[in-house]
């Protein structure tokens, strides 16, 4: 535990509880795009169709009906061939992370992650003791040299990635840098675990190829409802050839046993009854027009030199200040504006990002992005001048 650090994000967002702060630190879908209704109604044809079944323990690979959604959707989406028996849902793809650390990670064992990095996946593997080697994140994906020189060195045991729209940096990665981490991979005995919690919130382009396209085996995919459909119902899920597949089907059933019936039930019944494209294009809609205006605000509050990505899917967008500026020494006077983000340090596991800081677009109103980015500039402009 003494390794594992504290969720900076879960801790600010405690301060950020209070109405009049508006927060640009968690990575809140916008709950005015839950589905409410519709989810109410799949709930109670449950119940009344199957509720035994439904308050019964059940399998641990999870909800057939369930995992033959996302094999069929894998296979119209991404041309991706998944049996569903190479399919278990999970309490969220949270869960994925945790249990692909409790059987692939020994103390000390080489795991590239990108740099910066997501929170989540630096927490659940921590536990596990590894070996952090940070591969830089460039424009268009993972700097490729630097990885063909760590894997030189010392072939890793996992590359945990985020192709699309990665969390915290908003970066895809080019259909190219896609074919070179593959290649990179390929033959040396490590896993390439593809994080694609983002993959169908895409703004901008046509769809990018998984990685798993081109390494085929030595891939992981994981995959969420969260961001598309609610993440308070806690379904994930992980893609993976059968062999690990039956280890991580093990050391779930140590953990919990199963994940919750009566969700995994309402979640594929929402899907059988809904149009969920129709729904994946009002949230990327909103959530493109929300891009849109903080990428205006920034342009108009934010003094000049500072730099910031533009994402083409996801939630979040990485903002780069001068050098000198400390986003954490920033985030104090950001506090007191009642304006919050996420300082870049919480994303590096070897220090670094401390002018870095990350803003979620996806949660708060048009009118609090203005207004907020307002108050982030004039709190930047007491550094920059
Ligand atoms: N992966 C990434 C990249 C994420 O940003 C998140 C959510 N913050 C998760 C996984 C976990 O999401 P969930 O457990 O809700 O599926």
């Given amino acids: 535990m003494e390794k594992t650090p504290r969720s900076f994000i879960r801790e600010i967002l405690k301060t950020t509880e209070r109405s009049e702060v508006i927060s640009f630190a968690g990575g809140l879908p916008n709950p005015s795009l839950f589905a409410v209704e519709a989810l109410a109604t799949a709930a109670q044809d449950v119940m009344a169709d199957a509720g035994r079944a439904a308050l019964q323990y059940s ?26 028996d190479e399919i278990l849902i999970t309490n969220g793809s949270q869960q994925c992370l945790d249990l692909i650390g409790k059987i692939f990670l020994n103390p000390g064992d080489p795991i590239l992650i990108e740099r910066p990095g997501y929170l989540g996946a630096i927490q659940a593997f921590s536990l596990y003791e590894p070996a952090f080697r940070p591969v ?25 990635g985020v192709p699309n729209a990665q969390n915290p940096s908003g970066i895809t990665y080019s259909e190219e840098k896609r074919r070179a981490v593959a290649a990179a991979l390929a033959g040396t005995g490590t896993i390439f675990v593809e994080d694609d919690a983002y ?19 030595a891939t992981i995919i994981t995959g969420s409802f969260s961001k598309i459909v609610t993440p308070g119902l806690r379904i ?42 129709a729904h994946i294009e009002r949230i990327t809609r909103v959530y493109r027009a929300h891009r ?14 500072v730099r910031y990505t533009r994402p083409d899917g996801g939630m979040f967008l ?12 920033l985030l104090e006077i950001a506090l007191q504006e009642n304006v919050a983000f996420v300082p870049g340090r919480a994303f ?16 708060a109103s048009e009118e609090g992005i203005v207004e907020g980015i307002r108050r982030l500039g004039t709190a930047i402009s007491t550094f920059v001048r």
């Fill in 59 to 84: 399998t641990t690979e999870g909800y057939l009906p369930l995992r033959e959604f996302i094999a069929e959707r894998y296979r119209q989406r991404l041309g991706l061939s998944v049996n569903p």
């Fill in 292 to 305: 849109d205006l903080m990428i205006a605000a920034i342009e108009e509050e934010f003094p000049e030199g």
């Fill in 199 to 217: 993959g169908e919130l895409r703004f901008d382009g046509r769809r990018l190829p998984p990685i798993r396209r081109y390494l085929d085996d």
């Fill in 348 to 363: 590096y596991v070897d220090g670094g990002g401390d002018t870095a800081m990350r803003l979620n677009f996806s949660n």
């Fill in 318 to 329: 990485w903002v780069t200040l001068p050098e000198g500026c400390s986003t954490m020494r």
């Fill in 136 to 160: 830089p994140l460039l424009d268009d994906g993972p700097d490729i040299g630097y990885l063909k020189a760590m894997q030189e060195e010392a072939p890793a045991r996992l590359f945990y």
């Fill in 236 to 277: 994930g899920w992980v893609a993976a050839p059968g062999e690990i597949l039956e280890q991580i089907t093990v050391a779930k059933q140590a953990s919990d046993l199963h994940s919750n019936t009566l969700a995994q039930r309402i979640i594929a019944r929402y899907l059988e009854t809904n149009d969920i494209d």
